[in-house]
């Protein structure tokens, strides 16, 4: 059974950092290209940052460049982004998926930016 267990989520004031997590299960995670993705009410899941099968093929919009990094953990099937000088407008649900978003989504982890 895929599942996708997103975590590290929480309220920071602008300009302060989160780790999230994201544990997966039940598929062949080191063989997929893994992403991160967020959604805000009443918009889609827009992706924020992609990595390749051996972690060192990293892809971010050019709105979180520089301040998102997405790494992953192969042995342990866990997938991290780093987000750091966060804004406002980063508030959203954070979640992860495969690349093409196949996989059953998880809850995801909410993310609260205050000014």
């Known amino acids: 059974q895929v599942r996708l267990v997103e975590s590290g989520g929480g309220s920071v004031q602008s300009g302060g950092s989160l780790r999230l997590s994201c544990a997966a299960s039940g598929f062949l995670f080191s063989y997929t290209v893994m992403s991160w993705y967020r959604q805000t009410p009443g918009h889609e899941r827009d992706m924020v940052a992609s990595?390749?099968?051996?972690?060192?093929?990293?892809n971010y919009p050019d709105s979180v460049k520089g301040r998102f990094t997405i790494s992953r953990d192969n042995a342990e099937n866990i997938l991290y982004l780093q987000i750091d000088s966060l804004k406002p407008e980063d508030t959203a649900v954070y979640y992860c998926?495969?690349?093409?978003?196949?996989?059953?989504w998880g809850q995801g982890t909410q993310v609260t930016v205050s000014a």
């Open positions: 990595e390749s099968v051996t972690g060192d093929g990293a």
């Open positions: 998926n495969s690349l093409r978003a196949t996989l059953p």
